[in-house]
């Protein structure tokens, strides 16, 4: 079935640093979707990107949508302690005639003060 | 405001023992999903409903069941089948399916 493959799957930084994450995949998908999740907690989503090509922004961070649709990327500017957490990418498909959200591994990212 | 509320936030199962997971939205969505999710692990869907009095099977639906007789309530029943049930669970909304998701705080399941 349609996977993505979220890289890095782990990232250690300075605070102030930017950061890159991407997702990737060998099919094509329908909208893209940027998750930040806190230990014990849930995922929150942070950007929903709708369009081959769209560029939204959400204060610090931008993601795009593939012009390929087949891929995403999520970008933190000047980060922050609070960025600390695991962000997951997703994307929806039509899979035997339905729409499916399909989750990314999720990206962990560490600061260092 | 509105959100989705998942309880227990900690539930402790024994052996052969079904438990049973509330999930509630006030958010007036017509989708509600149940994920799994394992330490490391991205979310694996274990069931879903796209309107009151109708859900389908996930990618892992053996050992779970659930049902939605009202349109804001979704509960999660984990059997004795479920071989492996510790894990963070995780309920969704969505306004309509196919629509971006929106997610409870979880609750962790853990085998006594």
């Known amino acids: 079935g349609q996977q993505l493959n979220q890289s890095p799957q782990s990232m250690f930084i300075q605070e102030g640093e930017d950061v890159s994450m991407n997702c990737t995949s060998s099919?094509?998908?329908?909208?893209w979707l940027w998750y930040k999740q806190d230990p014990g907690e849930g995922p929150v989503l942070l950007i929903a990107?709708?369009?081959?090509?769209e560029l939204t922004s959400n204060g610090r961070l931008t993601a795009q949508f593939g012009i390929t649709r087949k891929d995403s990327f999520l970008n933190i500017s000047a980060s922050i302690p609070s960025d600390v957490g695991i962000y997951f990418c997703?994307?929806?498909?039509?899979?035997?005639?339905?729409?499916?959200?399909?989750f990314g591994q999720g990206t962990r990212l560490t600061i260092n003060p | 405001d509105g959100g989705i509320t998942q309880s227990p936030k900690y539930l402790f199962r024994k052996e052969g023992q079904n438990v049973t997971l509330s999930c509630e939205q006030n958010l007036n969505h017509d989708a509600m999903y149940w994920y799994r999710q394992d330490p490391g692990q991205g979310l694996r869907l274990i069931y879903y409903s796209q309107i009151v009095n109708d859900f389908q099977k996930g990618d892992i639906a053996e050992g779970y069941s659930v049902s939605r007789e009202k349109k804001e309530s979704f509960p999660l029943t984990v059997t004795s089948a479920q071989k492996n049930p510790t894990a963070f669970y995780l309920c969704a909304s969505s306004i309509v399916w196919g629509q971006p998701q929106h997610f409870g705080d979880g609750t962790r399941l853990s085998i006594l």
């Open positions: 990107l709708y369009k081959a090509g």
């Open positions: 997703a994307g929806t498909a039509s899979i035997q005639g339905a729409q499916k959200l399909v």
């Open positions: 099919s094509i998908f329908n909208t």
